[in-house]
């Protein structure tokens, strides 16, 4: 059965960091591209950013590059997402999402690429 579960997130100040993690099981994690969305109330997922299944290639949402990164450790089947000078407009449920395919990293934002997806962790940036 594969599994994804997500922790690290919690209530933070403005310009204060978290550290996401995402723990991944039941099928071959070193094959697949990983992907990080979130979600507010009331609108859709937005994809945040992607690696590749080697962690060669990484990938961002403009509203996020240059504050986030994303990382993986296939040696333990984990996923990660450092978000550092977090705004307020980062708060939202947060998802990792494994992609469909072996081997490829096609059309990200689109959410019929992927089969797989975490309960979420919150996030919430407050003064």
């Known amino acids: 059965e594969v599994q994804l579960v997500e922790s690290g997130g919690g209530v933070v100040q403005p310009g204060g960091s978290l550290r996401l993690s995402c723990a991944a099981s039941g099928f071959t994690f070193e094959d697949y591209s990983m992907n990080w969305f979130r979600q507010v109330p009331g609108k859709g997922l937005e994809w945040v950013s992607g690696?590749?299944?080697?962690?060669?290639?990484?990938y961002y949402a403009d509203s996020v590059k240059g504050r986030f990164t994303v990382s993986r450790d296939n040696a333990v089947n984990t996923l990660s997402l450092q978000m550092n000078n977090l705004k307020s407009e980062d708060t939202a449920v947060y998802y990792c999402?494994?992609?469909?395919?072996?081997?490829?990293?096609?059309?990200?934002?689109?959410?019929?690429?992927?089969?797989?997806w975490g309960q979420g962790t919150q996030v919430t940036v407050s003064s």
């Open positions: 690696i590749s299944w080697n962690g060669g290639s990484t």
């Open positions: 999402g494994k992609y469909k395919d072996r081997y490829r990293m096609d059309e990200l934002e689109t959410l019929g690429w992927y089969d797989q």
